[in-house]
């Protein structure tokens, strides 16, 4: 159980267009999902959370019309990076709280999506 | 605010060798430990967690991490490396008020040789 998965897992794209990438909880519902990116060799940073319904909120410095963040439902978020450069070029993983589970404390993560923006 | 240092950015040892990687936290609430694996071009795997209760926390494939309050540590532990245990190894934090936010250190990154 606890399953979670993301699509695409790699995705090539071209300067100045936009890429979608979804994050699905399979076994759960997630009112709550996280984003984080990762650069070569670092550690995870969190862009935001997303609840589901409502708003997501960013962190400090991610730039909220570039990275369009969608939770339309128990199951699914979405990220999109608009205009993409290649500095945004990175590993990006989602991660979903479960619902029903009395841990609140644990995130199950993806497999993440490996962008290159040429 | 909660924040994660990890030292030693990467460690080796011989298989069959004690592994110990190296955490230490700050928090100003008590906080929830957590250790992550991740192998090349994948996502995050839970190793082992600490909320509350016993201090002494077993988790998957053989590995134990020790929350000792009083040095603010939560080292991992496994008293005998595999090959299958080359991968990076992220310790993290979050509190119960922080909305489920976790807080990653920098990662270690284990190595083993034959």
């Known amino acids: 159980g606890a399953v979670v998965s993301q699509h695409p897992s790699r995705v090539i794209c071209k300067s100045g267009t936009s890429v979608k990438i979804e994050c699905r909880s399979l076994?759960?519902?997630?009112?709550?999902m996280f984003w984080y990116r990762q650069f070569p060799k670092q550690s995870l940073m969190l862009m935001a959370t997303?609840?589901?319904?409502?708003?997501?909120?960013?962190e400090q410095g991610v730039e909220k019309d570039k990275f369009l963040i969608n939770h339309a439902s128990l199951t699914l978020s979405t990220l999109t990076v608009t205009s993409a450069h290649p500095e945004d070029s990175s590993f990006y993983i989602c991660?979903?709280?479960?619902?029903?589970?009395?841990?609140?404390?644990?995130?199950?993560f993806g497999p993440g999506t490996r962008l290159t923006v040429l | 605010a909660q924040s994660v240092t990890q030292l030693g950015s990467h460690v080796s040892v011989s298989e069959g060798a004690l592994v110990l990687l190296r955490c230490n936290y700050s928090?100003?609430?008590?906080?929830?430990l957590f250790w992550y694996v991740q192998y090349p071009n994948q996502g995050l795997q839970l190793l082992l967690k600490?909320?509350?209760?016993?201090?002494l926390v077993k988790g998957i494939n053989g590995f134990e991490a020790e929350f000792k309050k009083s040095e603010t540590s939560f080292h991992l532990t496994k008293p005998s490396a595999h090959m299958s245990d080359a991968a990076e190894y992220f310790c993290?934090?979050?509190?119960?008020?922080?909305?489920?936010?976790?807080?990653f250190g920098s990662g270690t990154r284990l190595s083993i040789r034959p």
């Open positions: 991660s979903a709280r479960d619902r029903g589970s009395v841990s609140t404390d644990t995130q199950y």
């Open positions: 076994d759960f519902q997630a009112t709550t």
């Open positions: 997303s609840n589901e319904g409502s708003k997501a909120t960013y």
């Open positions: 928090s100003s609430v008590p906080p929830y």
């Open positions: 600490y909320t509350t209760g016993a201090t």
């Open positions: 993290a934090v979050t509190t119960y008020s922080s909305a489920s936010k976790i807080i």
